[in-house]
């Protein structure tokens, strides 16, 4: 069975960090671009970063460049996120997934419905 799993949210002050990790079992994500996605209450679900398949080439959305990192490690076939100054905003439940593509240096973008694969997501709440 293909799965994704996502772990490491929780609840964070502002300005504080954590790391995502999305695990796959059933399969390889090496032969995936990834992204992260996430899902604020009440609003539409928000691509935020992407890596290729070789980890070469990354992706970010404007609202968290420069705050936010994504990484993949192909020995454990899992990707991060690692998620610093964070902000009141960037509560969300967030997911991660999958895009096949051929190119291996494409990150893969960061529209929902070019992927599939989904994981069932970890919350994030940033609040003091």
């Known amino acids: 069975q293909l799965q994704l799993v996502e772990s490491g949210g929780g609840l964070v002050q502002p300005g504080g960090s954590l790391r995502l990790s999305c695990a796959a079992s059933?399969?390889?994500?090496?032969?995936?671009?990834i992204a992260w996605f996430r899902q604020a209450p009440g609003k539409e679900r928000e691509g935020i970063s992407c890596?290729?398949?070789?980890?070469?080439?990354?992706n970010y959305a404007d609202s968290v460049k420069g705050r936010f990192t994504i990484s993949r490690d192909k020995a454990k076939n899992t990707v991060y996120l690692q998620m610093n100054s964070l902000e009141p905003e960037d509560t969300a439940v967030y997911y991660c997934?999958?895009?096949?593509?051929?190119?291996?240096?494409?990150?893969?973008?960061?529209?929902?419905?070019?992927?599939?694969?989904w994981g069932q997501g970890t919350r994030v709440t940033v609040s003091s």
């Open positions: 890596i290729s398949k070789n980890g070469a080439n990354t």
């Open positions: 997934a999958t895009q096949s593509t051929n190119n291996p240096n494409y990150p893969g973008g960061l529209r929902a419905y070019d992927y599939y694969n």
């Open positions: 059933g399969f390889t994500l090496d032969y995936y671009a």
